[in-house]
């Protein structure tokens, strides 16, 4: 299996775990309106990563993986405001999806910074 298709599949699973983790959420405002929030943007990270996957240009590429290291950075904050707020439990759900969003954000970081390099290398 090819690194491309580890994250994708890495990617898929964690949108899974955020979309079971809201549906778990109670129907209190707060926990409502984080919950919207944090599906959105869990689910947005491998959204945009399977859209960069089928790119039409380097740039395009690098487009869409900023948008998937944006929201893995949102989905982060949101996991953390729904933990600290009390709002989910502290169960070790929650840790390691807050972790493994930290994880994205680092591999998304990470490509970001090398096809940058690799874009300016080529256009100079």
Known sequence: MSQQQE???????????????????????????????LIKAGTSVAANYEEATSAFSKEDFIYKISISFKESKETHLWLR???DSGLA???SRIHVLIGEAGEIANIFGRS?????????KKKN
């Open 7 to 37: 994250l994708k599949d890495r990617l898929y699973k964690f949108a899974l775990e955020i979309v079971r983790l809201v549906r778990g959420l109670s129907r209190e405002m707060a926990a409502m309106e984080l919950g919207r929030q």
């Open 81 to 83: 405001l729904l933990r």
């Open 89 to 91: 439990e502290h169960s």
């Open 112 to 120: 970001l910074k090398t096809s940058r390099s690799n874009l300016d």
